[in-house]
């Protein structure tokens, strides 16, 4: 059985970091792209990046380029969001997931990691 297991969040003042770890089992996600979405209450689950199996491709959402980073440790089957500069706006429920599906979608999810940043 293939989980996903997200650990590092908590509650951060504004301009502070925090990193969050997505630690998969249950099969090798080798050759798949993994990623990080958000989901803010009361809004929609929204991209926030990703990275490719040996990392030469990684993508971000404008709002996060330049304070959040993603790599990966592929021997551990872990992927990583290194969180800087902090914003209230950043507070949302963080899930990674794992093996991006022809059609643009992500076949695995884990149960979210929530993070709370304070003005």
């Known amino acids: 059985q293939v989980q996903l297991v997200e650990s590092g969040g908590g509650l951060v003042q504004a301009g502070g970091s925090l990193r969050l770890s997505c630690a998969a089992s249950?099969?090798?996600?080798?050759?798949?792209?993994m990623g990080w979405f958000r989901q803010a209450p009361g809004k929609e689950r929204e991209f926030v990046g990703d990275?490719?199996?040996?990392?030469?491709?990684?993508r971000y959402t404008n709002s996060v380029k330049g304070r959040f980073t993603i790599n990966r440790d592929n021997a551990k089957n872990t992927v990583y969001l290194e969180m800087n500069s902090l914003k209230p706006e950043d507070t949302a429920v963080y899930y990674c997931?794992?093996?991006?599906?022809?059609?643009?979608?992500?076949?695995?999810w884990g149960q979210g990691t929530q993070v709370t940043v304070s003005s």
């Open positions: 997931a794992a093996e991006l599906s022809p059609s643009g979608e992500y076949r695995y």
């Open positions: 249950g099969r090798s996600f080798a050759g798949n792209r």
């Open positions: 990275i490719s199996w040996r990392g030469s491709n990684i």
